[in-house]
């Protein structure tokens, strides 16, 4: 039986708050009225267009579009609105033909009208379009949703239901036996979901979304829930921006004033941005097709229509569950809905506030749902929305990770009250502390309330633990009847607190610095090399593979990808080129993180506009590919051709093609770029060339000796972007960078040599050490560029520091270039003078590290970070980006820092310029610091 804590029934009984009392305050749940249902009719199918239409601005010269079609309508998506849609294709008999607008957002493009005229045969359409005043060409694939549902079934077993993922998953896919990519050049797009009005995740890169140049070329935002998969469905909850009752005209006019405009021209898909309310949206999709199976709109439930990046939901994920669906909205409401059919069942407010509205996504168990109420966990009857319990325990993070064993379920999750902070153990079923684990403090962090920062795999509870320095600790606790009991933890650096520990091949924690732990021992059998998971960066796994998500921050979906072998061994299959969606482009924005659906090969992203499924299954001995590639053999033998026109037809007709089919064109591709130079028909070449990826290597390398320099200057390009690159690209690039008598070639040249990363060291290694100062100056940079790839150029560099007295220059290049590639341990005693002269010259992008070095001299430098606390400018103001760093540094001493205390109080009384906002709380945090663990080791702090 478990333990109980006693506490828990005392409390309840002093403070009146015990179930009866509780639930007769509470108002009980109401139908979900006023929602509008949309079940949508016709034959669905999949559209590709792409258009080629010289002349026309960047972005819509070459352009793929892919959309739905119902019947024989294609509903156009506008790019940057969402209220409303671009247009229109109708196909009538076999023409296809319409108008629409479209705006790439992100992209500072104008909104332009496009038209087309098509003839559609069997399935392909090839016809006219044209964007704005410029004509050129389109063409393309329907597929009909019964193809995609064969070609993409999906076990119904294979779930993410909630945030977290599968329950007992370690936010890892259930295992399957589905063989997966060797290669991201395999990953193909399956569908993109049919709803055109799913807006961006918060937000785009722009501090206010309400200037004219925000509003009106960024995508509109929608909240930043993550979709969840349950039952062969794919369910995602957002908000579209309505004009409501309030009038926005003020905000309205500023918009038409920065533009130079009057009030009445500003468009619809500006308007929206300051629009005060919003609607709220529940949708569900099929998981084979991305058509939409129903979509519930629910109007007038109040909400912002939050568009500013920093102040936006960071989680607002629904959960699936009971077949139900539960979705909390802006509004702050929880709607509960029919998985199957989209009725709505019941609504019920939340009591929630200030950033628990913000951080407030649901958790389905069994026949009820947990959520956020008032503070604390409540759990809700999935049939009723009657409040069953309210958790005695405040949360620290809302989001709760869940352990299933065979008498039933407990949510874990981390709570800071008056006892301080810790992990509790809740019992799902009546919401009693069944165990709780005192002085932890979880590390999860990101806008709203943290991502949790616990995962559950088996009988395994696995979190991120402060370690009391400014870093984390991974640790593995065993569940069972009794506490949770701690296993083994792991030293984890660095950590960005969005992270949450993810389970690889059903055995490994695989952590966010790329060490793979046995989960039973906590041995590090292994450490992965390459991309880590930075500025809102985490992890998810499918089977064997590590999707690293780099950057949660800046709009972009870049993803670096690991495969784990049997023993632990690490595999990067993205060493020189991270894979990025080539379509749909990223979302996110300043710590929103969004867990993306993974099962049986499949990648379900939340993208910029929309929702979207890549094939992650390795291709197999599928005959239609032999046959495909045949027909492209064909093609490539048809760019040879003196005819324009057939040259011309044959790369259209390649372009229509599976990539994996036409890499069998890379060489004539090639020729025909070294041939054409500035022509549409290079950019064509150009275009599918980048496609193909690294089979295109040996081609492009033939063309980097071209005499013309646009060719030479546009196969580097291409080398550059492919990723795994001729064995001869290293000693070529090491020329033509410097040498090139075009400066955009050796530009471009110079580019793809970083590209290279370890492979190209042993030559910068000559290059440095050269007497040639181009070469030397070209050199440290690129090392610096290649980070830890770059580890085999320490010995160089670091007999170049001992030459500080004879050669000045030589030693701050090589100083410089260590600390970008930040090797382990302490650096030589010559290196101490450079580290003091970067770390005080502040502005420096290497000073914190400077500073982070010289710690690793030991307590001798403390009266060197001690007096740099009372560095001024020349203006007699404090330096406050050296203060900083010497609080990061005073940090990592700990208590033997307790010199540094005066100091750091006299700091605390200070008066503070406004500019100094960010640094007098690290001031205060350092002092924090220091003064507890001298406290802990039983000194006197006064």
């Known amino acids: 039986m478990r333990r109980r804590y006693a506490w828990v029934a005392a409390w309840l009984l002093l403070t009146g708050m015990g179930f009866g009392s509780l639930a007769a305050q509470e108002p009980v749940a109401r139908p979900l009225a006023d929602m509008e249902l949309l079940v949508p009719e016709g034959r669905y199918a999949l559209v590709t267009l792409d258009f080629d239409v010289p002349g026309a601005p960047d972005h819509f010269r070459q352009w793929r579009y892919v959309g739905a079609m119902r019947g024989d309508r294609i509903t156009m998506d506008h790019g940057t609105g969402v209220s409303r849609d671009g247009g229109e294709l109708h196909l009538r008999g076999n023409r296809l033909s319409g108008t629409f607008h479209h705006s790439f957002s992100q992209r500072n493009q104008p909104e332009l009208k496009i038209t087309i005229d098509a003839r559609v045969v069997d399935g392909r359409i090839e016809g006219r379009a044209t964007i704005g005043e410029h004509v050129g060409s389109v063409w393309g694939r329907i597929r009909p949703g019964r193809e995609l549902a064969e070609r993409n079934a999906i076990p119904a077993d294979a779930a993410w239901p909630s945030f977290l993922g599968p329950v007992n998953g370690g936010v890892a896919a259930l295992p399957t036996s589905t063989p997966l990519i060797d290669h991201p050049d395999q990953i193909e797009l399956l569908w993109r979901a049919e709803a055109n009005d799913i807006g961006q995740g918060i937000g785009s890169i722009s501090r206010f979304m309400d200037g004219w140049r925000d509003a009106s070329g960024l995508r509109t935002a929608g909240g930043s829930a993550s979709p969840v998969l349950a039952d062969g469905r794919v369910y995602l909850s957002y908000y579209v921006p309505a004009p409501g009752t309030q009038t926005s005209s003020a905000a309205i006019a500023a918009l038409a004033q920065r533009a130079g405009i009057t009030e009445s021209d500003v468009p619809w898909y500006a308007r929206e941005k300051v629009w005060p309310t919003l609607n709220e949206v529940v949708l569900a999709i099929d998981a084979r097709t991305g058509e939409t199976l129903w979509k519930a709109t629910i109007r007038g439930r109040g909400g912002q229509n939050i568009q500013h990046h920093k102040a936006g939901p960071f989680n607002m994920t629904p959960s699936v569950g009971g077949g139900r669906v539960f979705a909390i909205g802006m509004s702050g409401n929880l709607y509960a809905l029919d998985a199957v059919t989209g009725q709505g069942l019941w609504e019920r407010p939340l009591g929630l506030g200030g950033g628990a509205l913000y951080s407030a996504t649901a958790q389905a168990v069994g026949k009820m749902v947990v959520v956020p109420y008032r503070g604390r966990w409540a759990g809700m009857e999935g049939a009723t929305g009657r409040l069953l319990w309210h958790s005695p325990v405040p949360y620290q993070h809302v989001i709760l990770a869940r352990w299933s064993h065979g008498s039933g379920d407990v949510l874990i999750g981390a709570v800071s009250d008056g006892d301080g902070t810790g992990i509790v153990g809740i019992d799902?079923?009546?919401?009693?502390?069944?165990?709780?684990?005192?002085?932890?403090?979880?590390?999860?962090?990101?806008?709203?309330?943290?991502?949790?920062?616990?995962?559950?795999?088996?009988?395994?509870?696995?979190?991120?633990?402060?370690?009391?320095?400014?870093?984390?600790?991974?640790?593995?606790?065993?569940?069972?009847?009794?506490?949770?009991?701690?296993?083994?933890?792991?030293?984890?650096?660095?950590?960005?607190?969005?992270?949450?520990?993810?389970?690889?091949?059903?055995?490994?924690?695989?952590?966010?610095?790329?060490?793979?732990?046995?989960?039973?021992?906590?041995?590090?059998?292994?450490?992965?090399?390459?991309?880590?998971?930075?500025?809102?960066?985490?992890?998810?796994?499918?089977?064997?593979?590590?999707?690293?998500?780099?950057?949660?921050?800046?709009?972009?979906?870049?993803?670096?990808?690991?495969?784990?072998?049997?023993?632990?061994?690490?595999?990067?299959?993205?060493?020189?080129?991270?894979?990025?969606?080539?379509?749909?482009?990223?979302?996110?924005?300043?710590?929103?993180?969004?867990?993306?659906?993974?099962?049986?090969?499949?990648?379900?992203?939340?993208?910029?506009?929309?929702?979207?499924?890549?094939?992650?299954?390795?291709?197999?001995?599928?005959?239609?590919?032999?046959?495909?590639?045949?027909?492209?053999?064909?093609?490539?033998?048809?760019?040879?051709?003196?005819?324009?026109?057939?040259?011309?037809?044959?790369?259209?007709?390649?372009?229509?093609?599976?990539?994996?089919?036409?890499?069998?064109?890379?060489?004539?591709?090639?020729?025909?770029?070294?041939?054409?130079?500035?022509?549409?028909?290079?950019?064509?070449?150009?275009?599918?060339?980048?496609?193909?990826?690294?089979?295109?290597?040996?081609?492009?390398?033939?063309?980097?000796?071209?005499?013309?320099?646009?060719?030479?200057?546009?196969?580097?390009?291409?080398?550059?972007?492919?990723?795994?690159?001729?064995?001869?690209?290293?000693?070529?690039?090491?020329?033509a960078s410097i040498d090139d008598p075009d400066p955009s070639v050796r530009a471009a040249a110079r580019d793809c040599f970083a590209s290279l990363g370890a492979d190209a060291v042993p030559g910068l290694l000559e290059w440095i050490q050269s007497d040639d100062a181009q070469r030397r100056r070209v050199g440290f940079e690129t090392l610096g560029r290649f980070g830890r790839d770059a580890m085999d150029a320490l010995p160089v560099l670091l007999a170049m520091l001992e030459k500080r007295a004879t050669n000045p220059e030589l030693y701050e290049a090589a100083l410089e270039t260590l600390l970008h590639i930040s090797p382990p341990g302490p650096l030589p005693a010559s290196a101490e003078p450079g580290l003091r002269a970067i770390m005080l010259e502040s502005t420096r992008p290497t000073a914190g590290l400077a500073a982070e070095y010289l710690h690793r001299y030991g307590r001798r430098m403390l009266p060197f970070f001690i007096e740099s606390l009372d560095q001024e400018n020349h203006t007699g103001h404090y330096e406050y980006r050296i203060i900083l760093h010497a609080c990061r540094a005073l940090v990592l001493y700990g208590g033997d820092a307790q010199p540094a205390i005066p100091a750091l109080r006299e700091l605390v009384g200070r008066d503070w310029a406004h500019r100094a906002h960010s640094v007098l709380p690290q001031v205060r945090r350092t002092l924090e610091r220091i003064e507890a663990e001298v406290r802990q080791r039983g000194n006197d702090v006064e």
């Open 428 to 735: 799902a079923a009546d919401g009693e502390v069944v165990w709780r684990l005192e002085g932890i403090r979880i590390r999860s962090g990101g806008r709203g309330l943290g991502s949790g920062g616990l995962s559950v795999h088996g009988d395994r509870l696995l979190g991120y633990v402060e370690a009391g320095d400014g870093r984390a600790d991974a640790v593995a606790w065993a569940l069972g009847e009794e506490a949770p009991r701690e296993l083994w933890r792991v030293r984890v650096e660095p950590l960005h607190p969005g992270n949450v520990p993810v389970v690889v091949r059903d055995r490994f924690l695989f952590t966010a610095d790329l060490q793979v732990v046995d989960i039973e021992s906590g041995r590090i059998v292994a450490r992965g090399q390459g991309a880590r998971p930075g500025n809102g960066g985490y992890l998810q796994a499918m089977n064997d593979l590590v999707f690293v998500r780099i950057d949660g921050t800046h709009g972009r979906i870049e993803t670096c990808i690991y495969r784990v072998a049997e023993d632990g061994s690490v595999n990067n299959l993205t060493p020189r080129r991270n894979w990025s969606p080539p379509i749909g482009a990223g979302t996110t924005s300043y710590h929103h993180p969004i867990m993306y659906p993974l099962a049986d090969g499949r990648l379900i992203l939340r993208q910029r506009d929309g929702l979207y499924c890549w094939d992650l299954r390795r291709p197999g001995d599928d005959p239609r590919v032999a046959a495909a590639q045949a027909s492209a053999q064909r093609l490539a033998e048809l760019l040879a051709d003196d005819r324009r026109a057939t040259r011309l037809e044959s790369l259209e007709a390649l372009s229509r093609m599976e990539v994996k089919a036409t890499v069998i064109a890379a060489p004539a591709l090639a020729a025909m770029l070294a041939k054409t130079g500035v022509d549409p028909l290079a950019e064509r070449a150009h275009s599918l060339l980048a496609r193909m990826a690294d089979a295109a290597g040996p081609a492009l390398l033939e063309a980097t000796a071209h005499d013309r320099a646009l060719v030479r200057r546009g196969a580097w390009e291409l080398l550059t972007l492919i990723g795994e690159k001729p064995r001869e690209t290293g000693a070529r690039v090491a020329v």
